[in-house]
């Protein structure tokens, strides 16, 4: 990101000789705040995660008082890919995405950001609110907010804030399954379900996982695993 985030806060106090000083710090929800300056005025480079919540404060305090005032602000995050309507679309070959909002139109977002788009015809489109990828720079798995777009031959996963592919057909199962024919994904509480070619495929969402698919089930037994609520089915 290129954007500035920039404050400029009117102060003031009854007393006429007062000295103040200045701290801003950002937070997001269960970590420590970071000092981003001692200047009465912030300007700094907007770099934290998007899709996020950071709480913005400002703390003011009278040198010769010693009395100090807090200010807060919530500030979110985004991107160009943050909000608006995804649709995905096919020429009868090829699909890719295109966003609308209230700022325009972007078109064929995954060749335009990856430099590739998806074989075969527009299926659908599932949203993956809390989807496990590994993240080499933190050396671990992370949770990442994921837009699956499907067609009849192959399959994406895009991180919603960014639009980059993290996930593809050949990485998102441990044993690949010959024939890519998605049909459908979706999650529930416990599990996200990936239907191929006949078959569904689960992840226990309420422990550790790798974001990748086990072995299959039958379409047929998908009432048992969802009463049940386990990672796979034996046929």
């Known amino acids: ?16 000789d007062a000295r103040f000083e200045y701290l801003w710090t950002i937070s997001a929800q269960g970590r420590l705040g970071d000092t981003l300056t001692l200047d009465k005025v912030l300007d700094t480079l907007v770099n934290w995660e998007p899709n996020q919540n950071y709480t913005l404060v400002l703390a003011v305090t009278n040198m010769n008082s010693g009395y100090t005032v807090y200010q807060e602000a919530e500030l979110i995050v985004g991107t160009p890919y ?89 990485n998102i199962f441990y044993e690949v399954p010959e024939h890519p024919r998605p049909q459908m994904m979706f999650e529930t509480m416990m599990c996200s379900y990936f239907l191929n070619d006949g078959k569904v495929y689960s992840i226990f969402n309420m422990s550790d996982n790798s974001g990748k698919f086990g072995l299959p089930a039958n379409i047929g037994k998908l009432k048992e695993i969802f009463r049940q609520g386990i990672r796979d089915v034996e046929q």
């Open 1 to 16: 990101m290129n954007d500035r985030l920039v404050v400029r806060p009117e102060v003031c106090s009854t007393d006429p």
């Open 82 to 170: 943050s909000r608006g309507w995804y649709v995905l679309k096919d020429d009868g070959q090829q699909t890719d995405i295109d966003l609308y909002s209230e700022q325009g139109k972007l078109s064929n977002i995954l060749f335009a950001v990856n430099g590739q788009n998806l074989k075969g015809k527009a299926q659908k489109l599932s949203f993956i609110a809390s989807h496990q990828v590994f993240d080499e720079e933190q050396n671990k798995y992370t949770a990442q907010k994921t837009l699956f777009a499907l067609t009849d031959r192959d399959l994406l996963g895009i991180d919603i804030s960014r639009a980059g592919i993290n996930r593809t057909y050949e």
